[in-house]
């Protein structure tokens, strides 16, 4: 038997006992109302939800647990009528403690009869759910954030595309409306060059090489631009790839260059196949050599190229003996045109590992350097081994 129940006593009348039970419930508030709206009774769930205390409530007419907009449109006085007329009236709404806080209501109000269907008074039942109303409020917040950022997804491919089409045109222009003037006037430079021959000043002659050699340069940025912008607008195609002929190709097209500089490469082949897309990959292998063999500072180069196997990607690293990169630029040198060195010094775009980290993230991997000014630098990348072959 419940233990509240044990301390009822049993010659106390039915009436009495369910009185007594109902004051003692603390999850629910219970209370009556006589005809007039006016409370008669509070239970020990009434004063938990509510705040108040018999001695303060009992007298009070209920519409004070109203907030005052729903006293303004009167909507105790038609509760009231509802359950005249119906029997009953269900609702949820907030409604107020003493301390002038709300809370989220759901309140059943019932007419009580006597044996006569004569109305005594109305009997009041309220739970407290505001941690359900919270819940619910989050959701809906949720929900709206969520078609929010949907809607901000949208338009955002939507700028995508747009961008994507500009650099398609960008490309267009790039590969030869650009291209074509630097053509004619490369060519008249030349004319102009054959033409003095042995005559005209040093001074003269100095400047036709510095044209040319600007010529060059442009040229040279031209593409390097359009490589990059076509990395972001390319399709994504992958294949089966031999690690030790993508090496070999990189090597093949650096040939010229490691003869000159007597440079040493060598190859840990970790892994044998792998799976990407084959002139991404030796472009990319192409530029990191490349700067190697650049960045030398006098040395003959020794590069070791290596790739192990990870859980969901392979990982590439290019060793060298050069000249080293400062802490402070190991990551901006991946930012495009941004150079550690004059052109005078070592000549460059700018550009290369710019295309490098594109080359990467297109196989939805990264790069990284770890390097050690005057001794070394190794480069990093990451393929994803997740690649769908196409």
Request: aromatic residues 10%; neutral net charge; contains cysteine.
């Amino acid at each position: 038997m419940d233990e509240n129940t044990e301390q009822i006593p049993q010659n106390i009348h039915i009436y009495e006992r369910y009185r007594l039970l109902v004051e003692q419930v603390k999850d629910y508030a219970i209370f009556m109302l006589d005809t007039n709206g006016y409370v008669v009774s509070w239970n020990e769930g009434a004063q938990r939800i509510k705040g108040y205390n018999a001695a303060e409530i009992v007298g009070q007419h209920f519409s004070k647990f109203y907030p005052q907009e729903d006293i303004d449109n009167g909507k105790p006085a038609m509760e009231l009528r509802v359950v005249r007329k119906e029997g009953k009236f269900e609702d949820e709404g907030w409604r107020v403690r003493k301390d002038g806080t709300r809370f989220w209501a759901n309140v059943i109000i019932t007419a009580v009869y006597d044996k006569n269907k004569e109305l005594l008074g109305f009997s009041k039942v309220t739970r407290d759910l505001t941690e359900r109303k919270q819940a619910e409020q989050a959701l809906m917040a949720s929900e709206e954030r969520y078609r929010l950022l949907a809607s901000e997804l949208h338009n955002t491919v939507l700028e995508l595309a747009t961008a994507n089409e500009e650099l398609g045109q960008f490309n267009t222009i790039a590969s030869h409306d650009l291209q074509e003037p630097l053509r004619t006037t490369y060519s008249y430079l030349l004319l102009i060059q054959k033409k003095l021959g042995q005559e005209g000043s040093p001074e003269l002659h100095n400047y036709i090489h510095k044209a040319i050699q600007g010529n060059i340069r442009m040229k040279e940025l031209i593409i390097g631009l359009l490589n990059y912008a076509q990395l972001n607008t390319a399709e994504k195609e992958f294949a089966q790839l031999l690690v030790k002929e993508v090496v070999a190709e990189s090597l093949q097209n650096l040939k010229v260059s490691i003869e000159d500089t007597g440079a040493t490469i060598l190859l840990d082949e970790g892994v044998t196949y792998i799976k990407g897309n084959k002139v991404r990959l030796v472009q990319l292998l192409q530029n990191l050599v490349g700067n190697a063999l650049k960045f030398r500072g006098g040395k003959i180069p020794h590069i070791r190229i290596s790739c192990v196997e990870m859980p969901d990607h392979y990982q590439f690293a290019v060793a060298d003996n050069g000249i080293g990169v400062p802490p402070e630029y190991t990551v901006k040198i991946f930012e495009v045109f941004k150079r550690l060195h004059t052109n005078k010094e070592y000549p460059g775009t700018g550009i290369g590992l710019a295309i490098c980290k594109k080359i990467v993230e297109y196989h939805n991997g990264k790069i990284w350097v770890e390097s050690t000014p005057g001794e070394g630098t190794v480069f990093y990348f990451t393929i994803s081994r997740n690649l769908q072959l196409k």
